[in-house]
């Protein structure tokens, strides 16, 4: 099944207004039984990681993790990565209206293909330079090397 024509239509239904959006987030970890289990393993991995942690959120989607994440652990420093621009665009506006500072930002990028500027390395996933990985449905804890 084609998800796009569906995400780009709840996208503009919940985009108007940044209280539409909390309540589309709310919907989804109603909907989602996953939802749970990444705040879930995100809850647990908090626990051994650094205040100030580095999170690329790969694959964020519509951002409720991004944004739970900001709003749960205030020290982290979260790269949200999608590589559909209209979705960057909608989650850096929605970020920026409902988050203090800077610590969320959305950037377009195929992770397949994406260079870090840091690094100058191919894959976030091969740089290691992230304390968590958050993909699609999975968290995964990694050490900064």
């Given at each position: 099944?084609?998800?796009?024509?569906?995400?780009?239509?709840?996208?503009?239904?919940?985009?108007?207004?940044?209280?539409?959006?909390?309540?589309?987030?709310?919907?989804l970890?109603?909907?989602?039984?996953?939802?749970?289990?990444?705040r879930?393993?995100?809850?647990?991995?908090?626990?051994?990681?650094?205040?100030?942690?580095?999170?690329?959120?790969?694959?964020?989607?519509?951002?409720?993790?991004?944004?739970?994440?900001?709003?749960?652990?205030?020290?982290?420093?979260?790269?949200?990565?999608?590589?559909?621009?209209?979705?960057?665009?909608?989650?850096?506006?929605?970020?920026?209206?409902?988050?203090?500072?800077?610590?969320?930002?959305?950037?377009?990028?195929?992770?397949?293909?994406?260079?870090?500027?840091?690094?100058?390395?191919?894959?976030?996933?091969?740089s290691?330079?992230?304390?968590?990985?958050?993909?699609?449905?999975r968290?995964?804890?990694?050490?900064?090397?």
């Amino acid at each position: 099944m084609h998800y796009d024509p569906i995400k780009e239509l709840l996208g503009r239904q919940f985009n108007r207004h940044p209280l539409l959006r909390r309540l589309f987030y709310q919907l989804l970890d109603i909907l989602l039984l996953r939802s749970w289990h990444v705040r879930k393993a995100l809850r647990r991995l908090s626990r051994s990681m650094p205040s100030q942690a580095a999170v690329l959120d790969a694959g964020m989607g519509f951002g409720q993790y991004s944004w739970w994440m900001a709003g749960r652990f205030p020290g982290w420093k979260i790269t949200a990565a999608d590589i559909k621009s209209e979705q960057v665009a909608d989650c850096n506006a929605f970020f920026n209206a409902t988050l203090p500072g800077e610590r969320v930002h959305a950037v377009e990028a195929d992770l397949v293909t994406w260079r870090q500027r840091r690094t100058g390395m191919t894959s976030p996933y091969a740089s290691m330079s992230w304390n968590i990985l958050r993909r699609t449905g999975r968290c995964s804890h990694h050490s900064k090397q």
